[in-house]
């Protein structure tokens, strides 16, 4: 009775400290990764593209404007903004606004990035024009 | 008598809280650092929040621009370099679940949640002021499960959970200040799960925040003389 009341107990810490365990933040461990990241200026970023949007200009006529697609993002890309601009399904912004509160910009924010890098690799971002999923780089 | 001077004293403390409220504004800078495959990005913004909702967010990097919001989903854009506003008024850009608007109105005991069409299913309390909450929504396009902890009436702890279980984004709410009349955490924080191995951490910090400053930021209207660019023209 005793060994199976002391499980009991251990299990109990176990679970608690697991609990415990969810809500509580290792600041540190979080200033480590932060740390140790190399530093991405956001206007290097829009220096290049500033340049690839002028030496693009042909390409953009008729088609999404890449950089538009990107100012877009940036700015109101919380709201999905962006996605209906390059085309999506009518209710992405409703994704998005909700995932915002939850996810507070980060999804939005790794489109940013996917969008520069296509637009360094390809010349537009039109690899994500159409494209109807939520985590369109998934 | 004694009913009588309460009822006095209870109406004298509505009619000074009431103004009061009305008029709390409060301004911060922010610092929003997002870290993703061993690179960091950091974005800096200003932020002057109204009571009324009213938001105007200053960012100088990558160039001087200005976002001016409200909760009836009135949002303008206005880069002063090229003297352009792009102007949307929809009811789902509505900023009224922005963290300090959150805040400085009191609405945190469920983060907004309702308002997206969450229900409450449970709620727990835990030792040292804890009360850990279960909501759900079965509407489609809605991640169903939010779990939300709370630490003496303030929350520390929102996580988003998909249909399988698996948790796709955590954010801690850290580092309260005191302020006049309500909190504020100094440092958010999210991890969003990408994939089974990546991740991607969001850190803002908000610092010199200051309640109800003479600032005309505020009220900041976009100039008459600027251009008009409409949100969905194509080049």
């Known amino acids: ?138 | 008598m004694a009913a009588r001077n309460f009822i006095l004293f209870l109406s004298l403390a509505v009619c000074l809280a009431a103004p009061a409220a009305a008029q709390r504004r409060v301004s911060a800078s922010a610092q929003v650092q997002t870290v993703m495959d061993g690179k960091v990005t950091t974005v800096t913004k200003e932020v002057y929040c109204s009571a009324n909702g009213r938001l105007v967010t200053v960012f100088h990097s990558p160039e001087l621009s200005y976002i001016i919001s409200n909760p009836k989903g009135e949002v303008q854009i206005y880069r002063p370099s090229a003297k352009e506003v792009i102007s949307e008024v929809k009811e789902d850009f509505s900023d009224r679940d922005d963290l300090l608007y959150l805040f400085l109105t009191g609405r945190v005991d469920d983060m907004e949640l309702a308002g997206y069409g969450y229900k409450l299913v449970s709620s727990k309390q835990e030792e040292g002021g804890i009360i850990r909450k279960a909501y759900r929504c079965d509407e489609p396009g809605r991640i169903p499960r939010v779990e939300l902890v709370t630490e003496n009436f303030l929350p520390i702890y929102l996580a988003y959970i998909d249909g399988g279980g698996k948790v796709v984004s955590k954010t801690w709410f850290t580092q309260y200040l005191k302020l006049p009349r309500f909190f504020l955490p100094a440092r958010v924080t999210n991890v969003s799960y990408t994939t089974s191995r990546d991740s991607v951490i969001t850190r803002t910090t908000y610092s010199d925040v200051k309640v109800d400053p003479d600032s005309p930021l505020f009220d900041f209207q976009v100039p008459a003389d600027a251009r008009l660019v409409p949100l969905n023209k194509r080049k």
């Open chain 1, 1 to 138: 009775m005793k060994k199976i009341l002391l499980a009991l107990v251990a299990m109990f810490a176990i679970t608690l400290a697991a609990n415990a365990a969810d809500y509580r933040l290792d600041e540190s461990a979080i200033d480590a990764v932060i740390e140790n990241a190399v530093a991405v200026s956001p206007s290097s970023i829009m220096g290049e593209l500033n340049a690839t949007m002028h030496s693009n200009a042909s390409l953009s006529a008729g088609t999404v404007n890449s950089a538009a697609a990107i100012i877009l993002n940036f700015f109101l890309g919380g709201f999905g903004v962006h996605r209906h601009y390059m085309g999506t399904r009518p209710w992405m912004w409703a994704i998005y606004t909700v995932t915002v509160f939850g996810i507070f910009g980060v999804v939005p924010f790794v489109d940013f990035i996917v969008m520069i890098v296509a637009l360094v690799e390809d010349g537009s971002v039109g690899r994500y024009c159409g494209d109807t999923r939520f985590i369109m780089w998934g």
